[in-house]
């Protein structure tokens, strides 16, 4: 049962062999003429038609030709039917008085079209059947066996043609049978192939339209005994002419019913095929000789485009990928509009200047052509920015959606909400219905973003490790594709779009599309785990209740740029208007002394207001410099914290003295800020809390070394208890300045000792 529909196949194509090797034989024997005789009036056989690329055309007989033996034999002992010509292989022709002697050979260059192209054709649909009972040993579809029946009817009919216009009359009512069941048979084999897909396109009445064939080859065998027999070629090919508007009329209703589903796609492929594959045969033959009595194209050269059927078909049938139609068509509609006006141009120019006696012809038409082409490129540039390369379909505009992608991953703070806007993006853009997530490590296991693709493991294993050497790195297979979006440290992450039907091949557009989107989430998926790590890193930091060293450093970057912030608007403000105000002050004191003598009172209070502004900008002053310490930024540290301890010994209790004399090192700025403020916060506290007469500052470098020692006679402090609160405080902001610079700290202080630190540091 499992190779019942191959062994009807096999039956089929040893059938046609047969047929084909008979057809052979008449094809040597009954050479084509491809001419139409007729009798004159007297009694004369004269050649009253040559049907263009045939024997007879090139071999070179000619209209109005009078025959005047045919094989050395008097051509009216000749066997003359329907007005043909048959068994020639040499005759002699009276043309315009002269014997013109004609010979016939079938294997000659020109007989291409008439003989080898059909042969051709078989051979190829023979072998597109070889390959179809080959994947249907393990299928068996009924669809296999049509799609069979199909091909070897469209070849038949074509190979059919030479030897029904050679006068044979099976040929003939072969050639009827198979052309005209050719849409028939097409229409049968979408019926089977989409109902094992399931899904019924059409009810399967249809199919009585089976007997149109039975009724043509009736009229054929009665032909020389009808009225109309001369309308019957004609009436036969009005008959393939309505099943084909039938085949189309449901084709258009099928891509109706289903423009939303899954098969809609391959619908439009196989119109396309449709109308590629049988137009020229429609435009440039039948509906010509049908109406006006007269074709473009011979029938043979025209059936020869019927070869894309079987090339598309056993394509399609094969599991294989299929192309993009959509995209296809929206370029060809781009193109076509692009090429109509210079086609135009460029066809009424040439005949316009279609002078061959005139000199210098050739040299003109290719200077204007030239400067044509080149309009043409600067035109279509510009379309290309007006239209801002939407020129094709909304639905393919691959750089739009790539910088749409990008804003909406713009705020995303989770690998959640990237690979949701991915699994968007590619929904939107490709062919396809499903989008998951995997992450597959480098020891080959694989594991679901979202658990409940679990399922989908087993299936995809193997496809999923094998996209995992680069970035970007595509697998197609029948159902869609699996590429690597990222990865990090030991982990990729594959993204795996399947659809229920088979996608389309990725057009090169589409795969750089998504080559670029895998770099951009790459790149979104590094900065997101990062910031993932940083904040799980943090979060850790806080339980052990301590920060580590770069941001230490940040904190007090921000906060030197805020110190710097504060003493510019304090300097650039309230400094400023304070200076104005006692300037005013003292203008209206010195007016008022000249004036008028004042109650000595008076002149006391306003002297007193003016003693008080210049405190208030001595300390704003002091201030804004103690906040940003401006000679530290123009002449180094060393000066910085010179006249740090100058400004402190005016208002210390205690002698302060400064040893920088061995300080020789080259530090950047942080550095320098976060050690002035060290000396600042440790004179801070000597003030505050120390109670000493001495106190030394000793800052050097030695070696690869920076040394800072701070050390007073005062009252000390006990380390445990940390000597009160503000002194804790003070020392705590020295301890993390300390860490910030990823240096050591050590403290010597006990109750009525004094202190001592000393903080060390590497360049």
Known sequence: ?????????????????????????????????????????????????????????????????????????????????????????????????????????????????????????????????????????????????????????????????????????????????????????????????????????????????????TINILFELFRSRLSFGDFIPKFNLISFFLLFLVVAYYFIVILRRNKDTDQAHIIKVLVVINILAFSPFLCLYLIPYVFFNDYYVSSFLTASFMLLIPFSLVYQFMSNKIYNVDFILSKLKYYGFLALTPTIILVTTIELLREPEENFYNLKLTFLIYILMLAVFYYKEILDFRFKLKRVSERFNYQDSIYKFTQLIRNSSSLNQVFGELKTTILEVTLTSKVYIFEVTYDGNVKAFDERDSSLIDDYQVLLNSVTVEIGKITEFNQGFAMKVGERGDRSFVVLCLSKMNTPRLSREEISWLKTLSFYVNVSIENVMKIEELMNHLEDLKKQETNPVWLKKLMFTIEEKQRSDLARDLHDSVLQDLISLKRQCELFLADFKKEEPCQLEVQDKLHQMNEQMSDVILMTRETCHELRPQLLYDLGLVKAVSKLAAQQQERAPFHIRLNTGRFTAALDLDTQLNLYRIIQEFLSNAMKHSQANEVLIMLISIQNKVILHYEDDGVGCNQEEGGGQSMSMGLSGIKERVRALDGRMKIDTSEGNGFKADIEMEL
């Open 1 to 213: 049962m499992k190779s019942k529909y191959n062994k009807i196949s096999v039956v089929l194509i040893l059938l046609t062999l047969v047929y084909v090797i008979y057809l052979t034989y008449i094809s040597t024997n009954n050479l084509l003429v491809g001419a139409t005789i007729s009798e004159n009036k007297q009694g004369e056989i004269k050649i009253k038609d040559v049907e263009d690329f045939t024997m007879a055309y090139y071999a070179g007989v000619q209209k109005g030709d009078i025959v005047k033996n045919i094989n050395g034999q008097n051509v009216k002992s000749i066997n003359i039917q329907m007005n043909k010509l048959k068994n020639v292989n040499s005759m002699v022709v009276d043309r315009n008085g002269h014997d013109i002697e004609i010979k016939l050979n079938l294997f000659n260059d020109r007989n291409f079209s008439t003989y080898l192209i059909p042969i051709i054709f078989y051979v190829v649909c023979l072998f597109c059947c070889f390959f179809i009972i080959k994947i249907n040993e393990e299928k068996n579809l009924k669809s296999a066996l049509v799609l069979i029946v199909f091909l070897l009817s469209a070849s038949i009919a074509y190979i059919s043609a030479g030897g029904s216009a050679k006068g044979d009359l099976l040929s003939r009512c072969i050639m009827l049978l198979t052309l005209i069941t050719v849409p028939l048979n097409y229409l049968l084999f979408l019926y089977h192939y989409f109902k094992e897909l399931g899904t019924v396109l059409f009810s399967k009445k249809v199919f009585v339209l089976y007997l149109f064939p």
